[in-house]
Protein backbone atom coordinates (compact mmCIF):
# COMPACT_ATOMS: atom_id res chain seq x y z
CA UNK A 1 0.00 0.00 0.00
CA UNK A 2 2.90 2.55 0.97
CA UNK A 3 4.12 1.84 -2.88
CA UNK A 4 0.86 3.92 -3.83
CA UNK A 5 1.17 6.72 -1.87
CA UNK A 6 5.12 7.40 -2.40
CA UNK A 7 6.18 5.54 -5.71
CA UNK A 8 9.31 7.70 -6.47
CA UNK A 9 10.55 6.88 -2.65
CA UNK A 10 10.14 3.66 -2.87
CA UNK A 11 12.31 3.64 -6.22
CA UNK A 12 9.59 2.06 -8.36
CA UNK A 13 9.84 2.42 -12.11
CA UNK A 14 13.69 3.64 -11.23
CA UNK A 15 16.72 3.33 -13.17
CA UNK A 16 18.80 0.74 -11.20
CA UNK A 17 16.73 1.56 -8.50
CA UNK A 18 17.38 -1.85 -7.10
CA UNK A 19 14.08 -3.19 -7.12
CA UNK A 20 12.99 -6.89 -7.62
CA UNK A 21 9.63 -6.34 -7.15
CA UNK A 22 8.99 -3.53 -9.42
CA UNK A 23 5.49 -4.00 -10.41
CA UNK A 24 1.64 -3.04 -10.52
CA UNK A 25 1.28 -6.27 -8.63
CA UNK A 26 3.67 -5.36 -6.07
CA UNK A 27 2.14 -1.97 -5.69
CA UNK A 28 4.81 0.27 -7.82
CA UNK A 29 2.81 2.18 -10.38
CA UNK A 30 6.25 1.19 -12.87
CA UNK A 31 4.27 2.92 -15.95
CA UNK A 32 3.27 6.57 -14.57
CA UNK A 33 7.04 6.74 -12.52
CA UNK A 34 8.51 6.22 -15.58
CA UNK A 35 6.88 9.24 -17.40
CA UNK A 36 8.45 11.48 -14.66
CA UNK A 37 10.91 13.74 -15.97
CA UNK A 38 13.48 12.84 -12.75
CA UNK A 39 13.07 9.24 -13.71
CA UNK A 40 13.75 10.03 -17.97
CA UNK A 41 16.91 11.89 -17.24
CA UNK A 42 18.06 9.17 -14.98
CA UNK A 43 17.79 6.59 -18.26
CA UNK A 44 19.02 9.23 -20.54
CA UNK A 45 22.41 9.81 -18.43
CA UNK A 46 22.58 5.53 -18.86
CA UNK A 47 25.05 4.15 -21.35
CA UNK A 48 23.73 1.57 -23.80
CA UNK A 49 26.56 -0.71 -22.86
CA UNK A 50 26.99 -3.37 -20.27
CA UNK A 51 28.35 -2.57 -16.97
CA UNK A 52 31.51 -4.32 -16.32
CA UNK A 53 31.29 -7.64 -13.78
CA UNK A 54 33.89 -5.34 -11.56
CA UNK A 55 31.68 -2.54 -11.32
CA UNK A 56 28.29 -4.21 -10.57
CA UNK A 57 29.87 -5.86 -7.83
CA UNK A 58 30.47 -2.04 -6.54
CA UNK A 59 27.33 -1.27 -7.21
CA UNK A 60 25.28 -1.64 -4.06
CA UNK A 61 21.91 -1.38 -6.26
CA UNK A 62 22.95 -4.52 -8.40
CA UNK A 63 23.85 -5.72 -4.87
CA UNK A 64 19.73 -4.82 -3.53
CA UNK A 65 18.62 -6.58 -6.36
CA UNK A 66 20.00 -9.87 -6.47
CA UNK A 67 19.18 -9.94 -2.49
CA UNK A 68 15.78 -8.72 -3.38
CA UNK A 69 15.62 -11.67 -6.11
CA UNK A 70 16.52 -14.19 -3.52
CA UNK A 71 14.97 -12.67 -0.68
CA UNK A 72 11.59 -13.10 -3.08
CA UNK A 73 12.48 -16.92 -4.71
CA UNK A 74 14.03 -18.11 -1.25
CA UNK A 75 15.41 -22.10 -1.55
CA UNK A 76 13.06 -24.00 -3.08
CA UNK A 77 15.55 -24.58 -5.24
CA UNK A 78 19.44 -24.17 -6.08
CA UNK A 79 18.67 -22.66 -9.01
CA UNK A 80 17.75 -19.47 -7.47
CA UNK A 81 21.06 -19.00 -5.12
CA UNK A 82 23.20 -20.13 -8.29
CA UNK A 83 21.67 -16.74 -10.48
CA UNK A 84 22.61 -14.57 -7.61
CA UNK A 85 26.26 -15.96 -7.22
CA UNK A 86 26.43 -15.67 -10.99
CA UNK A 87 25.54 -12.07 -11.34
CA UNK A 88 27.65 -11.05 -8.44
CA UNK A 89 30.87 -12.72 -10.03
CA UNK A 90 30.14 -12.38 -13.58
CA UNK A 91 27.67 -9.23 -13.84
CA UNK A 92 25.99 -9.54 -17.21
CA UNK A 93 28.09 -12.59 -18.58
CA UNK A 94 26.74 -15.53 -17.97
CA UNK A 95 24.85 -17.47 -19.77
CA UNK A 96 23.87 -21.16 -19.38
CA UNK A 97 25.70 -24.50 -20.75
CA UNK A 98 22.90 -26.59 -20.69
CA UNK A 99 19.03 -26.49 -19.79
CA UNK A 100 17.73 -25.42 -16.88
CA UNK A 101 21.45 -23.77 -15.86
CA UNK A 102 21.45 -19.97 -14.42
CA UNK A 103 21.60 -17.26 -17.15
CA UNK A 104 21.48 -13.41 -17.20
CA UNK A 105 18.84 -13.81 -19.82
CA UNK A 106 16.11 -14.89 -17.55
CA UNK A 107 16.14 -11.62 -15.70
CA UNK A 108 15.79 -9.57 -18.32
CA UNK A 109 12.26 -9.22 -19.11
CA UNK A 110 9.90 -7.66 -16.78
CA UNK A 111 6.75 -8.27 -15.73
CA UNK A 112 3.59 -7.38 -13.93
CA UNK A 113 5.92 -8.25 -10.73
CA UNK A 114 9.10 -7.99 -11.54
CA UNK A 115 11.61 -5.95 -12.75
CA UNK A 116 14.57 -6.71 -15.05
CA UNK A 117 18.76 -6.26 -15.22
CA UNK A 118 18.35 -4.02 -18.41
CA UNK A 119 19.29 -0.77 -17.49
CA UNK A 120 22.64 -2.87 -16.03
CA UNK A 121 22.65 -4.96 -19.10
CA UNK A 122 21.03 -3.40 -22.07
CA UNK A 123 23.52 -5.25 -24.84
CA UNK A 124 23.06 -8.24 -23.28
CA UNK A 125 19.31 -7.82 -22.92
CA UNK A 126 18.53 -6.65 -26.16
CA UNK A 127 18.39 -2.78 -26.34
CA UNK A 128 20.28 -2.35 -29.22
CA UNK A 129 17.67 -4.95 -30.84
CA UNK A 130 14.47 -3.53 -29.46
CA UNK A 131 14.02 -0.67 -27.22
CA UNK A 132 11.86 -1.55 -24.28
CA UNK A 133 10.74 0.74 -21.53
CA UNK A 134 12.99 -0.24 -18.93
CA UNK A 135 16.07 0.45 -21.66
CA UNK A 136 18.42 3.75 -21.49
CA UNK A 137 17.40 5.90 -23.85
CA UNK A 138 20.78 6.13 -25.09
CA UNK A 139 19.85 2.65 -27.11
CA UNK A 140 17.08 4.52 -29.02
CA UNK A 141 19.42 5.24 -31.90
CA UNK A 142 20.14 1.68 -32.20
CA UNK A 143 16.72 0.22 -31.95
CA UNK A 144 15.23 2.62 -34.55
CA UNK A 145 14.06 0.80 -37.83
CA UNK A 146 16.51 2.01 -41.10
CA UNK A 147 14.33 3.95 -43.36
CA UNK A 148 15.24 5.46 -46.69
CA UNK A 149 15.14 8.93 -44.53
CA UNK A 150 17.84 7.53 -42.26
CA UNK A 151 20.35 4.91 -43.64
CA UNK A 152 22.68 7.78 -44.25
CA UNK A 153 22.69 8.33 -40.87
CA UNK A 154 23.01 4.42 -40.09
CA UNK A 155 26.06 4.77 -42.84
CA UNK A 156 27.53 7.31 -40.79
CA UNK A 157 27.28 5.86 -37.47
CA UNK A 158 28.72 2.71 -38.48
CA UNK A 159 25.30 0.75 -37.63
CA UNK A 160 24.85 -0.39 -40.97
CA UNK A 161 27.63 -1.08 -44.01
CA UNK A 162 26.65 0.83 -47.67
CA UNK A 163 25.89 -1.48 -49.88
Known amino acids: MVRFLCPFSCKCGMPRGGLYLDGPTFGCARTKCRQDEHVQ???AKLPCKDESASVL????????FWTNYLDFWGDRSPFYKNMKQKAMAYGCNFHSSHNGDADISFVCDETG???SVRTWCPITCGCKMKMHPDCPTTCLKYSQPITAGNASVAVAR???APY
Open 41 to 43: KEL
Open 113 to 115: AVA
Open 57 to 64: KNDPSWTK
Open 158 to 160: GLI
